[in-house]
T-cell receptor, first 114, second 114 residues
């Protein structure tokens, strides 16, 4: 597609429920990143996928967070047993490959945990 | 520990004048720096970047300056336009690793007054 797309754009959930957030990167981009932006904060790195390599999960804040990337394209970020502190905007970015240093972001998913 | 700092949360500038946004970093391993612009409810939009082998990069109205000895970079917008009003994020990455994850500052809200 023309740009990175994410769905849903907004998600409201109750504490303790699981949520799935989806990212479609730019076509042909092999590198995919997840970030989140909490209120008043900068963007915080969560996880990175590059082709078929093992993902870099070093930014995931707890084991309730997981992500997968199927077929080297679409990625899903899953948050289990959501907590109020998980409320944030979750942003996905892609780049052509790891040599391309500039990343292009999607519109984000605003997650609110009540 | 905030590795990328934007110490001015907001900046107000008259239309047609120069806007100067500043960013400081602490990690000497950073070798690539980027500026993103973000409108409310949208994802960050890539503006301009600079490699650590350069001290200046220009693209139209936007110029980024890098002072490695001071670990400081700045974004100049000349002339400023009302449509430039947005939050500007500075980001940095350290090459050579498996992940080109971006480390972001907390952003500066630019308001360009007509």
């Amino acid at each position: 597609g023309a740009g990175v797309s994410q769905s849903p754009s907004n998600k409201v959930t109750e504490k303790g429920k699981d949520v799935e957030l989806r990212c479609d990167p730019i076509s042909g981009h092999t590198a995919l990143y997840w970030y989140r932006q909490s209120l008043g904060q900068g963007l915080e790195f969560l996880i990175y996928f590059q082709g078929n390599s093992a993902p870099d999960k070093s930014g995931l804040p707890s084991d309730r967070f997981s992500a997968e990337r199927t077929g080297g394209s679409v990625s899903t970020l899953t948050i289990q047993r959501t907590q109020q502190e998980d409320s944030a905007v979750y942003l996905c970015a892609s780049s052509r490959d790891r040599t391309m240093r500039s990343q292009f972001f999607g519109p984000g998913t605003r997650l609110t945990v009540l | 520990d905030q590795q990328v700092k934007q110490n001015s949360p907001s900046l107000s500038v008259q239309e047609g004048r120069i806007s100067i946004l500043n960013c400081d970093y602490t990690n000497s391993m950073f070798d690539y720096f980027l500026w993103y612009k973000k409108y409310p409810a949208e994802g960050p939009t890539f503006l301009i970047s600079i490699s650590s082998i350069k001290d200046k990069n220009e693209d139209g109205r936007f110029t980024v300056f890098l002072n490695k000895s001071a670990k400081h970079l700045s974004l100049h917008i000349v002339p400023s336009q009302p449509g430039d009003s947005a939050v500007y994020f500075c980001a940095a990455s350290a090459g050579g690793g498996a992940t080109n994850k971006l480390i972001f500052g907390t952003g500066t809200l630019l308001a360009v007054q007509p």
